[in-house]
């Protein structure tokens, strides 16, 4: 094992956080933009809560509202230009990883001279890595993406139809404040996807990192175990804050880098639904479910005793009588039944996707991250027809 890991966000976990951010904010400026997705944190009050914290310790802010699902590069640069014109020095994100994600390259790209969609790594050959942001601060308000405590931004081109990722040390926030609270009013599916999220940050790793991480395995085996019993819990009543306070503490642990510490993650399921949500705007932790287990069921294939030990781990299936193909395939269709028991859809049908544009999704797919040969990488690294061969599976 040689790796570097490094995470320098301040992490204000607990019932009750929201209260601390103008406190949080005097810190890094005197005025934030505040980025918001549809509008359900000025509904449910959480909003009027974070300015009132900021009024009190003296913070003045503007506004970005309106960042769509799946997070638009038209969304990041008229956010860039608000921050601009308003003179922030901070960039405050109060809402689902579409909110934060957003926060992220806007940050940036106040501080950049060019198109922030330079910034998204597309295939182009002159992709700018940012080195410099604004202060971020992330207030998350669904248990999902993580995003509120890691490095990494997903951003959409309307135009071309390609969803693609920035990762850089200045886009770590400088505090996430994780208050479970303000995810109670989120809806069941909402709930269920952001479960499948966590889930499938976990098993990338898991299924695509390197070997000879034993501690790693445990660790992840332990998050997505805890993100099943809890989700359940969440999904069923939306109101029991022990549930979503576990919800949200997995969200963040499968991504913020400690489970991937040494497994140097590839992640082959992000970059096929990345390119099925460019095209249909379909919820990403939606598109999760549905990708995800096709992936497996294709990967086991190639190492089978992985996916048994998982079948095994997880979902304490007996291997007795049975080969690692076997068991490999019945810990898959335990993991699809729990994701339709909490109302994840797992075929393409059931979003509305047929196959007319398999070829380009699979070419999209493996745009940014692949190998030498061209391949979208992973464990097993996967051709444009290994990618629509899995999607056909999935219909």
């Not at 398999?358 to 979208?376: C, I, M």
Request: overall charge negative; some cysteine; hydrophobic content about 45%.
């Amino acid at each position: 094992m040689n790796f570097e890991s490094y995470n320098p966000t301040k992490l204000i976990f607990g019932a009750g956080a929201l209260s601390r951010l103008g406190e949080v904010a005097s810190e890094y400026g005197k005025k934030a933009l505040i980025v918001t997705g549809g509008g359900s944190v000025k509904r449910t009050g959480v909003f009027d809560r974070a300015v009132e914290s900021l009024k009190s310790a003296g913070v003045a802010y503007a506004e970005c509202a309106g960042v769509e699902p799946n997070p638009r590069i038209s969304s990041v640069r008229r956010g860039v230009k608000a921050a601009r014109e308003e003179s922030c020095d901070m960039v405050i994100a109060i809402g689902g990883g579409s909110a934060m994600d957003a926060s992220k390259v806007i940050a940036a790209g106040v501080l950049y001279d060019g198109d922030p969609w330079d910034l998204i790594g597309h295939g182009q050959a002159n992709w700018v890595i940012p080195t410099q942001a604004l202060p971020i601060i992330t207030v998350p308000t669904m248990a999902a993406t993580g995003s509120e405590m890691n490095e990494g931004a997903v951003i959409s081109n309307e135009d071309s139809k390609i969803k693609s990722f920035v990762s850089a040390t200045c886009l770590f926030p400088k505090v996430a404040l994780a208050d479970p609270e303000l995810t109670v009013t989120l809806p069941k599916d909402q709930t269920a996807y952001g479960v499948c999220d966590i889930i499938t940050h976990v098993t990338e790793g898991y299924f695509n990192g390197v070997d000879g991480t034993p501690i790693q395995d445990r660790f992840a085996e332990g998050v997505i175990i805890n993100a099943i019993e809890w989700g359940r819990k969440a999904v069923a009543d939306g109101n029991d804050l022990e549930a979503r306070a576990q919800v949200q503490w997995a969200s963040i642990v499968a991504l913020n880098g400690w489970v991937q510490a040494g497994v140097h993650m590839l992640a082959p399921v992000h970059m096929i639904e990345h390119a099925l949500s460019a095209h249909h705007d379909i919820t990403h932790g939606a598109g999760l479910a549905i990708v995800n287990p096709a992936w497996m069921r294709f990967a086991a294939k190639v190492r089978p005793e992985r996916f048994a030990q998982f079948a095994q781990r997880v979902f304490g299936l007996s291997p007795e009588g049975k080969d690692d193909m076997t068991l490999a395939m019945e810990g898959i269709d335990a993991f699809v039944e729990f994701l339709r028991s909490i109302g994840c859809p797992t075929r393409l049908s059931e979003v509305g996707i047929g196959d007319e544009l398999f070829e380009q999704y699979a070419e999209d797919a493996k745009l940014v991250v692949h190998d030498g040969n061209g391949n979208l990488a992973g464990r097993p690294p996967l051709t444009k027809d290994d990618i629509v061969e899995i999607l056909r599976s999935a219909l």
